[in-house]
């Protein structure tokens, strides 16, 4: 890869010191806004309202009561609330919510409602979603060389492996599309004092997905005669490998369709990280649920993940003696006493996961 993770971090400690106006300083390659006065058009190539674009935002005739249902719907969505998605819809919202609360009429409120809807909605459906950042009409592209940066941060397979990493990613994002409708709306300076804020989240995501990196690229210790089964992890060097259940499925899903896109990203580096572990006997996989709903259906359900992750990396060539058993609610975690039903789930969610304990070799 041409930029390092390294380099970016130093690069984004820079900002740019040119003596220009601050239009020139973003880096504007939209021609229509690089005029002023009677050269200004008000075409649909400018960005004028067409009627596609009036038939998908019209209906949000309400911001306030789209965006108040949304939050509530993104506030009750189970699994993780700290994932690129999750962050990113959560950012949408907060920027439609500045631009409405600062009288935005643009169409730019509607856009941002929009974009928080469709990642909210296939979160919570279980959907594939894609982290392009489509064409918006009410934004321009700015600072051409901070959207490198972004691109270069999100295809470093490491930030896919580093959940720290990716929040402020999302929302450096999301920024930086709200710099570009300040510009499109010809309020130069205001896209230009965005600017730092992306900075520092770009370069707080490339921090930590560089510590994640060197996490994962320390030496793994050696077992101990004697004293296996262990527990391992690259952060710690314990021999149990922990994940959470709600980032690898859909919730109440266990079979193989319900695995996300991110449950196969770290299932995958799980794979790789096994296969070049030769002092391992056998692998013991347990799945686990938490405290709500019937008995027999948790432990149902928390034994088909464990064999749906015992068959996935059986599939990517994971060859050593394997047994899968769930074991429903038994052995939590965490003990949580709230009563709404959002922040108990959110509560449990350690007790949700998946253990693979690996059994060392005799010495």
């Not at 950012?91 to 929009?114: M, P």
């Not at 996300?260 to 799945?287: C, F, Y």
């Not at 050593?320 to 039903?341: D, K, W």
Request: hydrophobic share 40%.
């Amino acid at each position: 890869m041409k930029h390092h993770l390294t380099v970016l971090v130093c690069a984004l400690v820079l900002t740019a010191c040119a003596n220009h106006a601050a239009r020139d300083r973003l880096g504007i390659e939209d021609a229509t806004l690089l005029h002023s006065g009677f050269d200004v058009t008000q075409d649909e190539a400018a960005g004028a309202a067409n009627s596609q674009w009036i038939s998908t935002y019209a209906p949000a005739v309400s911001s306030s009561t789209a965006l108040a249902r949304l939050q509530a719907r993104l506030d009750h969505l189970p699994g993780d609330q700290n994932g690129y998605f999750h962050a990113k819809a959560q950012c949408w919202i907060n920027a439609a919510q500045q631009a409405r609360q600062s009288n935005d009429h643009w169409g730019f409120v509607e856009e941002a409602i929009g974009q928080a809807a469709m990642i909210t909605m296939s979160l919570e459906s279980g959907a594939p979603l894609s982290a392009i950042n489509p064409a918006l009409r009410t934004v321009s592209t700015v600072r051409p060389d901070l959207w490198k940066i972004v691109n270069t941060i999100k295809s470093d397979p490491t930030v896919a492996q580093c959940p720290q990493a990716q929040p402020p990613l999302a929302c450096a994002e999301v920024e930086l599309m709200q710099a570009g409708h300040d510009a499109w709306r010809r309020s130069f300076s205001d896209a230009e004092q965005r600017l730092p804020d992306v900075q520092n989240k770009l370069r707080q995501s490339a921090e930590t997905a560089l510590q994640c990196k060197q996490k994962m690229q320390m030496p793994v210790s050696a077992p101990v005669p004697g004293r296996a089964p262990v527990t391992i992890s690259a952060a710690n060097s314990s021999r149990k490998i922990m994940l959470k259940a709600d980032s690898l499925f859909r919730f109440n899903g266990g079979d193989d369709a319900a695995i996300l896109p991110a449950g196969k990203r770290q299932l995958n580096d799980v794979a790789i990280r096994l296969k070049k572990m030769h002092s391992l006997r056998e692998l013991q996989i347990t799945g686990y649920a938490d405290r709500l709903g019937d008995k027999s259906y948790n432990l149902r359900l928390s034994t088909q993940r464990a064999r749906t992750v015992e068959r996935y990396l059986q599939s990517l060539g994971v060859r050593l003696p394997t047994t899968a058993q769930g074991r429903g609610s038994a052995n939590p975690l965490v003990t949580c006493r709230q009563t709404q039903r959002d922040v108990l789930l959110r509560c449990l969610a350690p007790n949700r996961r998946i253990e693979i304990e690996l059994v060392a070799a005799a010495s």
